[in-house]
């Protein structure tokens, strides 16, 4: 069951042809919140494909120039190709005449391949929901993206969340992946010796890979990080939903001293 709340103001909404975050978009370093960013971007091209008949989102990448402000914003949107069963697009976000942050993403219309079904029993459906409240977060002094997501922890490496408000006024199933798939840093770091980090650990990128639509409120990320002495790292997540595997994330990641 989604608990998503309707009657709640989704973290960004339409104020004419820009958009206005909530105060839960704000991440806990300067700007919004990564998983609000990249959200945004993901589902303005979600959007567009809808309306346009270009078939289901497969991937996309965000790459954050620089910390995006808690006022109105833009997303400007380019056709790379439209046509056959690809589609892709390109979304900019803009504050003013500042550029913050670019994404793309290809859509792709599905097709039916019989022959391709597994004979393997497929997965036992899973539901997150009696899990425990992820409690790694700690008390917080203002309100974060963190405030819009309900996060769960299995006990074994993995989170499970799902959104609290929506994250836009439209379905944006991609988007709410990005929205969980960009915790993956937090969510390793949580279960480590460095916990509480000694450093900020901003990505300045995440790129979701994912074989199917998201079934289901409720995105698993098992994370991994591979950080090295010289400040720089790596984040690789195994992402779920309630059904099953559906795909990966990577960030790359900029270790600052605190």
């Given at each position: ?150 996060v769960r ?71 991994e990080s ?9 984040t690789d ?22």
């Open positions: 069951m989604n608990i998503v709340d309707t009657r709640l103001e989704p973290v960004f909404t339409r104020a004419g042809a820009f958009w206005e975050p909530h105060v839960e978009a704000a991440g806990a370093f300067r700007g919004l919140h990564g998983g609000a960013v990249s959200g945004l971007l993901v589902a303005a091209m979600e959007e567009r494909a809808r309306e346009e008949d270009w078939g289901q989102a497969m991937t996309a990448s965000v790459l954050i120039l620089r910390p995006a402000p808690l006022e109105k914003l833009e997303t400007r949107i380019e056709v790379l190709r439209s046509g056959g069963r690809v589609a892709m697009l390109e979304a900019t976000l803009w504050a003013g005449d500042k550029f913050l942050a670019k994404a793309s993403a290809a859509f792709v219309k599905p097709i039916s391949l019989p022959e391709l079904n597994r004979v393997a029993v497929a997965p036992a459906p899973f539901d997150p929901s009696a899990l425990p409240i992820w409690g790694a977060r700690g008390p917080q002094s203002r309100t974060t993206f963190f405030d819009a997501l309900d922890d299995d006990g074994n490496g993995t989170k499970w969340g799902r959104m609290k408000r929506p994250m836009v006024p439209f379905e944006a199933p991609l988007a709410n992946v990005f929205a969980f798939a960009d915790n993956g840093t937090p969510y390793w770091l949580s279960g480590t010796e460095f916990w509480p980090p000694r450093w900020g650990f901003p990505n300045i990128d995440v790129v979701v890979h994912i074989s199917r639509p998201p079934v289901g409120s409720w995105i698993g990320v098992t994370p591979d950080w090295r002495d010289s400040g720089l790292g790596l997540s195994k992402l779920y939903d309630e059904k099953g595997p559906i795909g990966r994330a990577c960030q790359t990641v900029v270790l600052t001293p605190a």
